[in-house]
């Protein structure tokens, strides 16, 4: 049970496609019933066919009780998605150069008085050349001095990038969730009163490459040719996240768990219970 003292957190990893939003939709009743989240966030960047979100999908997750929609490099793959970064609430990554639509950055101060920030960012290790994340990060934070609770979606592609940013980070933020593989890692673990996980998944089918049809992926890899890709849309769903425990006075986390849970189960759960 959530208690004055503690902030609790759900952030689903990328949300892919159909099935993926489909599921959460469906099945977000149970995971706020069962954790009673203060904030629930999920990176949508995939959560249009596979492919950016639009205006009308991006409403559709805030009235089922998403707070904050984070995103990545895919953000830009569907023309409505600048449509959708309107709402402050849809974020992309911050270190994109000055110019770009939308912001990185959302905050807010609850009526209880708890301060807390979503700030996205992007690595740059086998990904676009873009402003440093690192240091886009110092500058955040000189901004946001006055919110206690700062929460990181770190969208990169090399796990090591990922690993020094969750040591830079440390201490300074309340938790650094790794995004983008869509593979989760087991490596949850709290650094100086970081909640940090290399990868937090996907929400999306499991028997798929990263959400994508399997046998378009292989064909992709057996010939060489860049043939086009497609969500894979039949299958269980898999749904990956972490739960974290924040200390509202000081910001630090001190409790992390990973969310790996077939939407089946959770279906299961949901009869068992009533």
């Known amino acids: 049970m959530s208690t004055q003292s503690e902030f609790r957190v759900i952030f689903f990893g990328d949300v892919f496609a159909s099935p993926g939003r489909r599921a959460l939709f469906d099945r977000i009743e149970y995971f706020k019933r069962v954790y009673e989240p203060d904030l629930i966030i999920a990176n949508g960047e995939n959560v249009a066919g ?34 959708a970064l309107e709402d402050p609430r849809v974020l992309r990554p911050a270190n994109y150069p000055e110019g770009n639509e939308g912001t990185g950055v959302f905050k807010k101060v609850l009526e209880d008085g708890t301060s807390f920030a979503v700030i996205n960012l992007q690595g740059r290790v086998f990904m676009e050349a873009i402003d440093c994340p690192f240091r886009k990060l110092d500058s955040i934070l000189e901004e946001l001095q006055s919110y206690r609770i700062k929460i990181v979606d770190f969208h990169a592609e090399a796990t090591g990038e990922k690993k020094a940013m969750a040591f830079y980070a440390a201490g300074r933020v309340s938790a650094l969730i790794g995004t983008h593989t869509h593979i989760q890692t087991s490596d949850e673990t709290i650094i100086n009163g970081t909640a940090y996980i290399t990868d937090a998944g996907m929400v999306g089918i499991e028997e798929s490459v990263i959400g994508m049809k399997k046998e378009k992926v292989i064909d992709r890899m057996l010939y060489g040719r860049g043939k086009k890709l497609e969500p894979e849309k039949t299958g269980e769903v898999i749904m990956c996240g972490v739960f974290i425990k924040i200390d509202r006075q000081t910001g630090k986390a001190f409790h992390i768990e990973r969310i790996r849970v077939k939407e ?6 949901e009869l068992q219970s009533g």
């Open 50 to 83: 596979g492919f950016g979100i639009s205006k009308r999908i991006a409403q559709s997750m805030f009235r089922v009780g998403i707070d904050v929609i984070t995103s990545g490099n895919h953000i830009w793959d569907r023309k409505e998605s600048v449509e």
């Open 264 to 269: 089946s189960e959770v279906k299961d759960k």
